[in-house]
């Protein structure tokens, strides 16, 4: 079966060509928002002509990076690449604040030969490629494009000439490390299948539902949430800008109340956020009653998260059955598994200490005895998932905590230039399995894991676990420990990490002091004293350094988590010390 984002594109406007499509609204000149829609019928018009547009720039084949701003030009840009046979790049522009190294970096290695933007970017976008050694790319709008000749007699996104469902449609840059990005390659028919799979999961049907999200579109969520799965599903789509929700985040709930039936996603700190910047008086406009789906793709979700957005939104119509923890990763598009439809989140206790071991044992969670509280994240829909050792390769059983591993329709086929990694990514084998066959390979998501009932449950990254004097601490419990030791600490910005010190290995933590605190000198020794006594008596674990940092510097993902790695890079490189310090409080202030 022939199945491309182009298929699903001329079925959506073959059936129902006059309804809205997608809907942009825009905060940025108007505080009340000012909406901009495409029909079907309208957006293919659009695509078909930029995509001939495209080919006839010789784009076929070829990448072609999106860094416009998030509106609907960046809808038609991606659209119109997939639909010309050329491999997208959705990206960012280079406005976006604290990225810009990022943006190079997977310019330099997608090695695009157009960059879309939209025409108030444009001289910004130019610039910045401009001063990018050894990229061959041009700058252009769809404008610019569709000024030139276009020869006739093209054929429209439905037609053959288009794109296989084995081809690459996009590539999806994680949101990581800065220095050596990675693009996953991503098939028509792994988004294609991916969009499926979460259309199913979440019980979205069109004519019922919609997307209401203000992701990045450049994140695979928000990708694949905000463009691909409206277009699959033949559902409208309605976005804003990131920006617009982190200025005033009743935005978004606001948007929610006005389109019923709204699938919507959002990372942990989206949620927290929400339950804390949203007032009183704000949420007397809100109505929630009528939201199908509130995805939490962090990975792990925080359950006080949960509980304190439920609080503060059930008044006005929250049900926590629409909350529907999920797990996913770039590497299989972006979806794998959520809770169940219908039921509340579920949240298990487990002894602190045999999870680390590797065990799953329940707890009560009520006396001294630590736990760790994980929220499950249902099975995987439409493919399968494995808990194996990561160093034996060997299927481990229900309860035993290993990295989950993952085979499907929807699993990448690979980094973009990186053969080696991409073998021992993409195509992993069990222990004993070794026939060679492709039905056999697995990917390798790095993240551990483990079933328990009837779920899986994320407990962190492989890469993150701070292993000290041969005993593993999850990253993620050491910061709640340190964010609930002081109220000088700000929350969602605090990375616990390993140092390798003439002792071995031993643990830091960085974390950032809460915007409003006026005198942070005042209670550095005392926020210290009061960390180290939490974390001493929570996980049986001294601190090495703990650093009190003014507001907006430990590193973000541009996904908005917290990257650990790269604050571990900037500590060893003498980011907080003592000089350094200073400099930054000063400037802050």
Request: proline share 6%; glycine share 8%.
């Amino acid at each position: 079966m022939r199945e491309t984002i182009s298929d699903h594109l001329a079925q959506a406007v073959a059936q129902t060509p006059d309804e809205t499509a997608f809907t942009f609204v825009d905060f940025s000149t108007d505080r009340a928002g000012v909406s901009s829609r495409l029909t079907w019928r309208q957006l293919e018009k659009r695509v078909r002509t930029f995509a001939t547009a495209l080919r006839h720039a010789g784009a076929a084949g070829e990448r072609v990076a999106v860094v416009g701003p998030q509106n609907l030009d960046y809808v038609v840009g991606f659209l119109a690449a997939t639909c010309a046979g050329a491999i997208a790049v959705p990206l960012f522009p280079p406005s976006l604040p604290g990225h810009a190294e990022k943006l190079a970096a997977a310019l330099a290695d997608a090695d695009p030969v157009l960059a879309l933007t939209s025409p108030d970017a444009l001289q910004t976008a130019e610039k910045f490629c401009a001063n990018q050694d050894g990229l061959r790319v041009r700058v252009v709008t769809e404008r610019d494009l569709l000024a030139g000749p276009v020869p006739g007699g093209v054929p429209t996104c439905g037609e053959t000439a288009h794109p296989r469902p084995e081809d690459c449609a996009y590539l999806q840059y994680t949101s990581g490390s800065t220095r050596m990005p990675s693009g996953v390659e991503i098939t028509h028919a792994n988004v294609c299948a991916n969009a499926r799979q979460a259309l199913e999961a979440y019980g979205i049907r069109s004519g019922r539902n919609c997307t209401v999200g203000w992701l990045p579109l450049y994140h695979d969520m928000g990708l694949v949430l905000a463009i691909v799965l409206p277009v699959v599903g033949h559902v409208h789509s309605v976005l804003m800008d990131p920006l617009a929700f982190v200025q005033q985040p009743v935005r978004w709930l606001r948007l929610l109340t006005q389109y019923p039936g709204a699938l919507t996603a959002a990372p942990n700190f989206a949620y927290d956020y929400c339950a804390r910047r949203v007032t009183d008086e704000e949420r007397g406009e809100l109505s929630l009653g009528s939201v199908t789906a509130m995805v939490n793709g962090s990975e792990p979700i925080a359950e006080q998260t949960l509980r304190r957005f439920q609080q503060a939104f059930a008044p006005i119509g929250a049900v926590r059955t629409a909350m529907r923890p999920s797990y996913g990763l770039a590497e299989a598009t972006v979806f794998v598994s959520a809770s169940p439809a219908g039921e509340e989140p579920t949240v298990t206790c487990f002894d602190r200490d045999a999870l680390a071991a590797g065990t799953a044992r329940a707890a009560e969670g009520t006396g001294a005895q630590a736990v760790t509280r994980l929220v499950g994240c249902g099975q995987p829909t439409g493919q399968e998932a494995a808990i194996v050792d990561p160093v034996t390769r060997v299927r481990l059983e229900d309860g035993c905590v290993g990295e989950i591993w993952l085979r499907g329709p929807n699993v990448g086929r690979g980094y973009w230039g990186r053969p080696e990694q991409s073998e021992a990514t993409f195509r992993a084998t069990l222990h004993g399995d070794e026939s060679g066959d492709r039905a056999c390979h697995w990917l390798r998501t790095g993240d551990l894991g483990l079933r328990y009932g009837e779920h899986l449950y994320i407990s962190g990254r492989i890469k993150d676990l701070v292993i000290i004097d041969g005993t593993n601490h999850y990253p993620q419990d050491i910061e709640h420990t340190v964010e609930n030791a002081h109220p000088a600490i700000r929350r969602h910005h605090t990375a616990a990490f390993a140092v390798l010190t003439d002792d071995g290995e031993r643990l830091v933590v960085v974390a950032e002091h809460a915007r409003d605190l006026a005198e942070p000198h005042g209670v550095r020794d005392e926020a210290a004293r009061a960390v180290r006594a939490a974390v001493s008596a929570g996980h049986a674990v001294a601190l090495h350094d703990f650093v009190l940092s003014p507001p907006g510097t430990v590193p973000h993902t541009t996904s908005g988590k917290v990257s650990r790695g790269a604050c571990r890079e900037q500590y060893l490189q003498g980011a907080w010390s003592s000089d350094t310090q200073a400099q930054r409080e000063t400037g802050n202030a």
